[in-house]
């Protein structure tokens, strides 16, 4: 009795055999010749989020960051390197 890992083990297995054959249509002679897709940068700009989940918790993360207490976290910096509290403003 095969588990199902000794299944996807021995497809696997095969898959890859057949890839570096130099008849199969996926061999390395065939990936090499095949050209190249590029992925392009884009700017943040670029992006708009549609209302939705991805929107809400965009909104939700930068609420908390613009929220931080920025002395707060430049503290730690500061007494390092002998700097004293910034005065509140």
Partial sequence: MHSRRSFLESTLRCGALA????????????????A??????????????????????FEHTQSILMSLNEDSLLK???????????APS
């Fill in 36 to 57: 190249p897709t590029l992925l392009g940068e884009f700017d943040y700009g670029d992006v708009d989020l549609a209302p939705g989940l991805a929107q809400k918790q």
């Fill in 76 to 86: 730690p910096w500061r007494l390092r390197a002998g700097l004293q509290r910034l």
């Fill in 19 to 34: 890839a570096v054959g130099t008849r199969s249509p996926f061999s390395l002679a065939a990936l090499a010749d095949a």
